[in-house]
């Protein structure tokens, strides 16, 4: 039950740098954590796949406050409910920090795509049935806190 | 010239028109934004590479932008269909995805630019404008 750093740090970097760009301030890194197979306590959910040379996936979660707070902020207007725009800015937001996260795997030697993100809203969730272990990594954000869930292993 | 994206011809300021194509709305929207605030029309939104094939056979822009990871037909394919339409189709890639072997593939595929997201508006601005001549 071993991920190789390798495959975490670009995720870690790029959620940074992606965050920072698109909320505007630097976030902070909480503790690391381990699960063993990919499952999430967050109420909305974004998915997004890895294919290539490593494979898996990596998930976004976050309470539904923070997503309106984060879609607010890419929207640049408070939204009133969580419409189809609002689903589609917390899902572009995955789609960018793992697309961003692909070049740097790929400068690490790992050349990989992405497939379009999904959102899952609804706490508890057995997202693959593969026991991939997940590593967990909080980042807070003035929007509340932001979980990624990255479960990737080589082909 | 008091916009970027106009142009002078025959006494009348014409806006270059631009085909956006992105699977999220969330994008297209922002993308549709930068472009009319900076006076280019956005002549259509393709949600895939297939229809952004459709699109610019109807629409004759002049200039895309477009995704690469997308359902139905990706970004890299759709500019290789629109290349066989136009040869001279101005297409700029706008993906989170700025990986050399992607960005090699989409420019020998035809791209003319690669914007990597989240990008600042300028960047879209400039580099539209620059393939619009």
């Known amino acids: ?155 | 010239m008091s916009s970027l994206g106009l142009t002078h011809s025959g006494g009348t300021h014409v806006a270059k028109r631009i085909l956006v194509t992105d699977d999220a709305m969330f994008m297209r929207v922002t993308l549709k934004n930068i472009l009319t605030k900076n006076g280019f029309e956005v002549a259509g939104e393709a949600t895939n590479g297939r229809e952004a094939v459709d699109l610019y056979r109807t629409l004759k822009p002049d200039a895309v932008t477009m995704d690469i990871t997308m359902p139905e037909m990706d970004g890299i394919s759709a500019v290789k269909e629109i290349r066989k339409i136009d040869p001279n189709a101005r297409i700029i890639m706008c993906t989170a995805m700025g990986q050399k072997n992607m960005v090699i593939e989409a420019v020998s595929a035809g791209a003319k630019d690669f914007i990597v997201k989240p990008f600042q508006p300028e960047k879209v601005v400039e580099a539209v404008q620059k393939v619009c001549g």
């Open chain 1, 1 to 155: 039950m071993s991920m190789r750093v390798e495959y975490i740090n670009p995720f870690l970097q790029a959620s940074f740098s992606v965050l920072e760009t698109v909320l505007g301030k630097t976030p902070t890194k909480g503790e690391l954590g381990m699960r063993p197979n990919v499952f999430t306590s967050q109420q909305c959910n974004v998915i997004t796949g890895v294919t290539g040379k490593i494979q898996g996936q990596v998930i976004y979660g976050m309470s539904l406050i923070t997503a309106d707070r984060i879609a607010s902020m890419m929207i640049g207007q408070p939204i009133r409910t969580f419409d189809q725009l609002a689903a589609s800015a917390i899902a572009e937001l995955g789609n960018m920090i793992t697309g961003n996260a692909m070049a740097l795997l790929a400068e690490a030697g790992y050349v990989c795509d992405i497939t379009p993100p999904t959102i899952v809203r609804g706490a508890n969730v057995k997202i693959s049935t593969l026991n991939i272990p997940a590593l967990i990594i909080p980042v807070t954000l003035d929007q509340g806190l932001l979980e990624l869930t990255v479960s990737l292993q080589e082909k």
